[in-house]
């Protein structure tokens, strides 16, 4: 299992608009073979970036999600946004998952 943590920096005056875009996300990655989950973190401290969270069962199913035409069309709306609503460019992680805890319910 991997995940893939993309660190978003967001204006703070375009904050309400960059979270909205999540709750009306177009939702192809759900249907993605391999995907797990996706978390939409805010930041509890000003000046730190927003982290758009997803847990795939590997790394190729991940590389499979961006190449796919359903990831260009559910970044396609990205443009949405103007570019002074980003304060830096955004940092793509991805880790390995060598210890994983849960309870039945998040």
Do not use: C
């Not at 709750?23 to 401290?45: W, Y």
């Not at 000046?47 to 069309?73: C, K, M, N």
């Amino acid at each position: 299992m991997i995940t893939v943590a993309n660190r978003i920096y967001v204006n703070p005056d375009f904050a309400e608009a960059f979270e909205a875009r999540f709750r009306e996300r177009a939702g192809l990655v759900d249907q993605m073979p391999g995907f797990l989950s996706n978390f939409v973190l805010r930041p509890t401290k000003s000046g730190e970036p927003y982290i758009v969270l997803t847990l795939w069962e590997s790394r190729e199913a991940f590389e499979g999600w961006t190449q796919s035409d359903a990831f260009h069309q559910g970044h396609a709306r990205s443009g949405s946004l103007p570019r002074e609503a980003f304060s830096s460019p955004n940092i793509l992680e991805i880790h390995e998952v060598i210890s994983h805890a849960q309870t039945q319910k998040l």
